[in-house]
Structure formats: C-alpha cells, structure tokens
C-alpha cells in the first residue's frame, strides 16, 4: 500500500532555512503527481507546492512562491521541500502528498 514517510521539521528562527524529506513506496513514484500540503494550528490543510513529475511541471502557492523549491530524487523515491526565508507564519505540520494518501507529517515552527 502506499506509504509516506515525512521528516526534516524543526524550529528555525525567521529568516532561516529547512530541508523536508518524504520517502515514499508502495506505488510508482517517478509518475506520479506529488504534492506538500500544511497545516497550521487551528486551521484547514493548504496546498503548498506540486510536482507533476510531467509536462505541466511544477507549481507553488503565492504565500511560498521565491522562497521554497519542490524537487524529488526518483532513484531514492524521495520528494523534497527547501524551504529558505521561513517566516512565522509558515509554522505548521508538512505533509506529502500523493493523490488522498499523506503521510504523518512532521512539524516546522519557525520562532525567534
């Protein structure tokens, strides 16, 4: 069954940087549209960044646009989020995504 394991979070001050990882499995990965999705504490989930690992590429939400990057290692079944810039209200748990299947999550606070 697929699978998605989430990891990088942490607390960061404002302005600093965070790599997330998602290791996925159970389903074809180099074909597959995968996205990060957050959410922050009291609110609804928010799409982040996809990548349609096909000719319509990749695409982010406004609120991330310039400061975080998509990218995924088809050899190592793994999708990625740099994340540089982070402001306070980028706090929230980040999940990947594939299709309704998301992983745990893992929690990035950023916080000086």
């Known amino acids: 069954q697929v699978q998605l394991v989430e990891s990088g979070g942490g607390v960061v001050q404002p302005g600093g940087s965070l790599r997330l990882s998602c290791v996925a499995s159970g389903f074809s990965f180099s074909t597959s549209v995968m996205t990060w999705v957050r959410q922050a504490p009291g609110k609804g989930f928010e799409w982040v960044a996809y990548?349609?690992?096909?000719?319509?590429?990749?695409n982010y939400a406004n609120s991330v646009k310039g400061r975080f990057t998509i990218s995924r290692d088809n050899a190592k079944n793994t999708l990625y989020l740099q994340m540089t810039n982070l402001k306070p209200e980028d706090t929230a748990v980040y999940y990947c995504?594939?299709?309704?299947?998301r992983g745990q999550g893992t929690q990035v606070t950023v916080s000086s």
């Open positions: 995504a594939h299709g309704q299947a």
């Open positions: 990548d349609t690992a096909g000719p319509v590429g990749i």
